[in-house]
Each structure stands twice: as structure tokens, then as C-alpha cells.
């Protein structure tokens, strides 16, 4: 089986502009989470999203929106980005994001906000 | 809330011997998990070994093994004959349960650097 997908892998964008990225989970996997993580730090949760709802959020601006889709695909969108929004997007997928499930991570998107 | 904390900011360690990465964590809840990735340049993270609160045994996977001590809140990363194909960054996360939804909470990470 595939593992998690995300798309695209680098991208580069300019302040102010807005930005979708990608994530495709592992089939069957129901559960998809967001982590931002910054050079030099580690990965920080921004959303988990379940049977497409919004299930928990992290400390993080309204900038920041997601959503999941039926085919349990999902996008982050980051809305007027700043050069603090430069950072690897990491998106992981488990079968139900409770109960001690494993994330599985895909390979990450790098941001570059110029 | 729950918080791991990683001192090591890079070991070094030469090829074939052990090497041990330190993590301490804090939390209140009484049932929790703990996490060891692997991320090498390319970005992904990769699930090396897990431990939950209540397992009686410590965890281990092929060459890895985790020494968890549970009244000194650590849960360190014992990765024994090393190889070149070891040198990455090792992140520490415990699992924190919020509201109905469940994250990970990661430390910032140790950079190990395998010589040959």
C-alpha cells in the first residue's frame, strides 16, 4: 500500500500571498493531522481533522484553515503569508486519531516565503 | 500540559557502538504514549519505537530499545551498533490527548552524527 502523499514538495512564495497544500492518507486511514515545523525545532500540531471535521487545533492564527475531503484526502491553507510561515508542512494520517492510534507522516512540503 | 524536553542538541558516536539519546517528559494524565522518529534530511518522519505508560517491559525494535523509567519521567533512546545510515535527527514525542483529539507533542530534537 501507498504511504502518505502530500504535494507539492517545494514551494516558494512571496509575502502576502495565499497557499494550498496537499495531503493524501494511507487508504483506510480516516484521520489526518498538520504539524509545522520550523528549522531547528521540532514539529508543532496546527490541525487534526476526522470523518471531515475540524477535531482539534493548535495554537495557531486564523490565517491558518484546513479541511478534509470524502475520500479522506485533505488541504492546509495559509492565508497572507509571512516570511515566519517557512517551514516543513508534515501531514499524518492514522485509522481513527484516538485511542493511542500510530500517525504515520508523509515527506513533507517546504515552504519558502520570500 | 504535556511538554518533552531534549538536551542532547548533537551526539556523536562512532560506527558500531552504542549510543543513547536522552528525553524527559511532563504530563499529568495518567495513560500516555511515547515516541521515537527518525528524520534524515529528506524530511520524513520516521516511527522507530513506541512505549505506553502502563507496559511493563521496556520497548524494543531490532537495534533499538527505549529505557523507560517511569518515576524519573524519561524515556530514553538506546540505538545499539550503529551505522553510517543512523546520522539524522532524533525527535522524542508523547502522544497528548485534547478535547476529543489526539496530537504529538515533540522535543526539538537531537542531531546524531554516526563517524565512520
Known amino acids: ?114 | 500540559a504535556q511538554k518533552i524536553t531534549q538536551t542532547q542538541p548533537g551526539m556523536f558516536v562512532q560506527e558500531k557502538e552504542a549510543v543513547t539519546l536522552d528525553c524527559t517528559y511532563d504530563t499529568s494524565d495518567p495513560s500516555y504514549g511515547l515516541f521515537w522518529y527518525k528524520q534524515p534530511s529528506s524530511g520524513e518522519m520516521i516511527f522507530l519505537i513506541y512505549q505506553g505508560s502502563y507496559d511493563q517491559q521496556n520497548a524494543t525494535e531490532g537495534r533499538y530499545s527505549l529505557n523507560f523509567q517511569k518515576a524519573r519521567k524519561s524515556a530514553n533512546l538506546v540505538i545499539s551498533a550503529s551505522q553510517l545510515g543512523d546520522s539524522a535527527m532524533y525527535f522524542c514525542a508523547m502522544r497528548a490527548s485534547q478535547g476529543g483529539s489526539e496530537k504529538l507533542v515533540f522535543g526539538k530534537g537531537t542531531k546524531l552524527t554516526v563517524n565512520p
Open chain 1, 1 to 114: 500500500d501507498a504511504g502518505v502523499t502530500q504535494s507539492p514538495t517545494h514551494l516558494i512564495k512571496t509575502r502576502g500571498q495565499q497557499v494550498t497544500l496537499r495531503c493524501s492518507p494511507i487508504s483506510g486511514h480516516k484521520s489526518v493531522s498538520w504539524y509545522q515545523q520550523v528549522l531547528g525545532q521540532g514539529p508543532q500540531f496546527i490541525f487534526q481533522y476526522y470523518e471531515k471535521e475540524e477535531r482539534g487545533r493548535g495554537n495557531f492564527p486564523d490565517r491558518f484553515s484546513a479541511r478534509q475531503f470524502p475520500n479522506y484526502s485533505s488541504e492546509l491553507n495559509v492565508n497572507a503569508l509571512l516570511l515566519g510561515d517557512s517551514a516543513l508542512y508534515l501531514c499524518a494520517s492514522s485509522h481513527l486519531g484516538w485511542g493511542g492510534d500510530e500517525q504515520y507522516f508523509g515527506p513533507g512540503t517546504r515552504l519558502t516565503v520570500t
